[in-house]
């Protein structure tokens, strides 16, 4: 019975943080949890940004290994990708080099575009999220799911006013 309980309140854990990730080459580097940031800041010069400048950008950390990854990807399709794709960047940086059954998404990995690289602020979760504005200053981000589908389309409709 012990096993059990053991069994559900590790699976429940696990359910509601988000996939744990290490996207740094360092593995012993610590992952925290899921905060909010205050001071949001780009890091400079970063020359796979560079390649969005002109446009918003939505850039995806995912991982096929990951099921909260996997379960949103279908949505982020048709809620994200299928209204926005002509207007904005969107890309999966992949951080199993594998490919998500979403075709259309551009997929594929780029250790530039990392969530600490970008933003300044460590992150150890999947699914995690930044949004870029056309200059690419980040204008939103979040760390492990803490923010939804919603907040990315929020973002993205105050981009394109």
């Not at 992952?31 to 850039?59: C, D, Q, R």
């Amino acid at each position: 019975m012990k096993n059990i309980f053991s069994i559900v309140i590790l699976f429940t854990t696990i359910t509601l943080a988000g996939c744990a990730t290490n996207q740094s080459k360092d593995n012993d580097k610590k992952i925290v949890p899921a905060i909010e940031s205050k001071e949001i800041k780009t890091v400079e010069k970063n020359k796979s940004i560079e390649k969005f400048l002109g446009k918003p950008t939505v850039i995806i950390l995912a991982g096929t290994f990951c099921p909260h990854c996997v379960k949103s990807m279908p949505e982020f399709e048709t809620k994200i990708w299928d209204k926005y794709n002509k207007d904005v960047n969107i890309f999966v940086n992949v951080v199993d080099k594998g490919k998500f059954e979403q075709k259309r998404i551009k997929q594929g990995v780029d250790a530039n575009l990392d969530f600490e690289k970008i933003t300044g602020r460590e992150c150890g979760y999947i699914p995690s999220w930044i949004i870029l504005d056309k200059k690419g200053k980040v204008q939103n981000e979040s760390c492990g799911g803490k923010k939804g589908i919603d907040e990315i389309e929020i973002t993205l409709k105050e981009l394109l006013k």
